[in-house]
């Protein structure tokens, strides 16, 4: 029987009736209510472990389609300016289902403002692991016309073709290896604490609804448990309409966290949004650490991605490691002896950008946890499949030397 994993509610500022789903390779999409064009929707997206059954009857179902999601995270954009929150359905390079419902907006809908036109419900579930190194993984080296820095065009025959046949099998991964189509009572987010309540109000043999109610919170029997339906007044901030983003606010508060931070509402729903992510990322009790990501492609490296990053490590107390991370497929690269130090790589899994940390350059520092081991199983497949060629590889950079090399030439006359 499938089950519900994690729900959110939103809102979402729809113009011309287009909007699209961020994270994914499907097209732009429309409401069936084509006499409107600009109004507010609210959004009910759900994460399932298996294609779900009907939704309840005051649903109508519109449409159901498939699509390949990049990264896991999926947001409602519309086309002008209009975001929704990011949302974690599950792994990424999986495919999966989404359906589709519509109704008339009710109370609680969207952030509860009454400005809601139209609600919708979005339910998501995975079908396969799709994941191809070939087609998701692809060094920037074959995929970029030229060389940094210097606009030296190749000619379509010197440009690097991917390898003809795959040096490993390719994992293929199930449902159940992944923390993020899994249920953990124990996680530290609204849906693990629903799950906690739960069970409390079931041994006390009581409703959730009372037990809300006798902890102070004005919420009616059979009223949707919703992040603000479940809020008692008092543990709001009441700066924000946005639920989500007021209740993060309130918390950070709380712990002088933003302290001399003068954050923006986007700023805000970007810190609310990579928190809770992350923690659904985790398996409770999961460590996690801080790296440098450095180069291209650092400055945003969406969350539940793997990849393997490299760090300078303090090696001073016998190999002892710096703080606990960095194990899978560890590496030692480069000893320093005057320092020592020593140059290590190993294979992460993201979570969010560590706002705590702030970079330089083209460095970004971001949260991690080690890889578990059907992560790591696809970066050591997409390494042993794009592994270059040495003799192909002097050649493309003997065609580049002599390339850079008139184009020196070309500035320094110019210059004269």
């Known amino acids: ?5 994690r729900r959110l509610d939103d809102e979402v500022y729809v113009e011309y009736n287009t909007f699209g789903l961020d994270g994914t390779d499907l097209p732009a999409w429309s409401s069936p209510t084509d006499e409107i064009y600009h109004f507010v929707a609210a959004v009910r997206l759900e994460s399932w472990d298996a294609e779900p059954g009907p939704a309840d009857a005051s649903w109508t179902p519109v449409s159901s389609t498939a699509f390949v999601a990049e990264s896991g995270v999926v947001a409602i954009v519309s086309m002008m300016d209009g975001r929704g929150h990011d949302f974690l359905i599950g792994p990424p390079r999986f495919e999966y289902g989404v359906d589709m419902h519509l109704r008339e907006p009710e109370p609680g809908d969207g952030h509860a403002t009454g400005e809601c036109e139209e609600a919708w419900l979005l339910r998501f579930w995975p079908i396969r692991d799709v994941f191809d190194p070939i087609t ?28 003809a046949r795959r040096e490993v099998p390719v994992p293929v991964s199930a449902v159940e290896d992944w923390v993020s189509l899994r249920a953990d009572p124990d996680l530290d987010t609204f849906d693990g604490w629903l799950r906690r309540l739960r069970r409390k109000a079931e041994g006390k043999g009581v409703t959730v609804h009372e037990l809300l109610r006798a902890a102070g919170v004005d919420i009616e029997d059979g ?50 949004d990579g928190e809770r992510i992350a923690k659904e990322l985790c398996r409770g009790g999961t460590q996690t650490f801080s790296v440098p990501v450095e180069g291209r492609g650092a400055l945003y490296v969406p969350p539940g991605v793997s990849r393997r990053v490299w760090r300078w490590e303090d ?37 969010r950008h560590d706002h705590d940390r702030r970079g330089c350059g083209d460095t970004v520092w971001y949260v991690v946890r080690d890889a578990e ?23 493309l950079d003997e065609v580049a030397r002599e390339k850079l090399i008139d184009l020196r030439a070309t500035y320094r006359s110019r210059e004269r």
């Open 223 to 272: 009223a949707d448990l919703t992040l603000a339906s479940c809020t008692p007044p008092r543990a709001r901030a009441g700066r924000f309409k946005d639920p989500l983003i007021d209740r993060y606010y309130a918390e950070q508060a709380r712990r002088r966290s933003l302290s001399g931070q003068n954050l923006g509402e986007d700023r805000l729903r970007e810190y609310a």
């Open 315 to 351: 090696d001073m107390l016998g190999g002892e490691l710096m703080d606990g991370g960095l194990t899978v497929d560890r590496q030692v690269l480069v000893r320093n002896p005057w320092t020592r130090q020593i140059l290590v790589s190993g294979i992460v899994t993201v979570l």
């Open 136 to 163: 998701h993984v692809a060094p920037f080296s074959y995929i970029a016309r030229g060389v940094l820095y210097y606009s030296i065009d190749l000619e379509p025959e010197q440009l690097v073709q991917p390898p």
């Open 373 to 395: 081991p059907h992560e790591a199983a696809r970066v050591l497949c997409a390494e042993a499949t794009w592994e270059e060629d040495p003799d192909q590889r002097r050649a």
């Open 1 to 5: 029987m499938a089950q519900l994993l």
